[in-house]
């Protein structure tokens, strides 16, 4: 069964230094998403992209975040300058319609830690 | 703007036996789905079941069904038969136009043997 995969399972950076998550959506899929959950707290919507633009952002997505899709199969979360409060587990989805019908597909997740 | 209530932050259950989470939401949009994810341990997100608004008859899932109530904004999960692989950290969630996913804070299901 096609699944949604995140590279790394764990990365542990320094405060200020640029990270990359990784993830690899469904193949037919057309939309993407981002989540982040912070420990014990709940899952929050940070961006999702459609035909190489952001299709909408939450707050949580400042100037520090970027998504890119770089080639035909990757779709990456760029944090510039990380802080401490960035430390969470980072969820990519996908989903094959961008409509509320459209079953959303997640990965297993990157878990940040920020020291 | 959505938003998603789960005001019970526990459950227990007994093996075999039956539980309800509740989830109440707001939302101003005329189409939407609901959701339960589930999340073990591992923390990976399982879809368990969804909800259309559209739909008055309440979606079931083998053990797991749920009870839309539209007009009060209720949308609560019911566990049957309870089992181990049950415990897990259960979200509710609303998705609208954009289908940006909005979720409750969860409550964690404890299974008793």
């Known amino acids: 069964e096609p699944e949604v995969t995140q590279t790394p399972s764990h990365q542990v950076t320094q405060m200020g230094q640029e990270v990359i998550l990784r993830c690899v959506p469904i193949?037919?899929?057309?939309?993407f998403y981002w989540y982040r959950q912070i420990l014990g707290q709940k899952v929050e919507f940070l961006v999702s992209?459609?035909?190489?633009?952001?299709?909408?952002k939450s707050e949580i997505f400042d100037d520090q975040f970027s998504v890119e899709r770089p080639d035909g199969s990757n779709f990456t979360l760029k944090i510039r300058s990380t802080k401490l409060e960035d430390s969470a587990m980072y969820f990519c989805?996908?989903?094959?319609?961008?409509?509320?019908?459209?079953?959303?597909?997640f990965g297993p997740g990157t878990r940040l830690t920020v020291l | 703007a959505q938003t998603v209530t789960q005001s019970q932050p526990e459950m227990s259950v007994q093996e075999a036996e039956t539980v309800t989470l509740s989830c109440t939401y707001d939302?101003?949009?005329?189409?939407?789905?609901l959701f339960w994810y589930k999340q073990p341990p591992s923390r990976q997100m399982i879809l368990v079941i969804r909800?259309?608004?559209?739909?008055?008859q309440n979606a079931t899932e083998n053990r797991f069904s749920v009870n839309f109530q539209k007009a009060a904004k209720s949308f609560s999960l019911k566990i049957s038969d309870s089992q181990l692989g049950d415990a897990a950290m259960y979200f509710c969630?609303?998705?609208?136009?954009?289908?940006?996913?909005?979720f409750g804070a969860g409550t964690i299901l404890r299974v008793k043997s």
């Open positions: 193949s037919n899929h057309l939309y």
């Open positions: 939302t101003s949009e005329s189409d939407y789905y």
């Open positions: 992209f459609y035909n190489n633009e952001i299709s909408e």
């Open positions: 989805a996908s989903s094959e319609t961008g409509l509320a019908a459209g079953e959303q597909f």
């Open positions: 969630a609303h998705a609208g136009y954009g289908n940006k996913l909005v």
């Open positions: 909800q259309e608004a559209y739909k008055q």
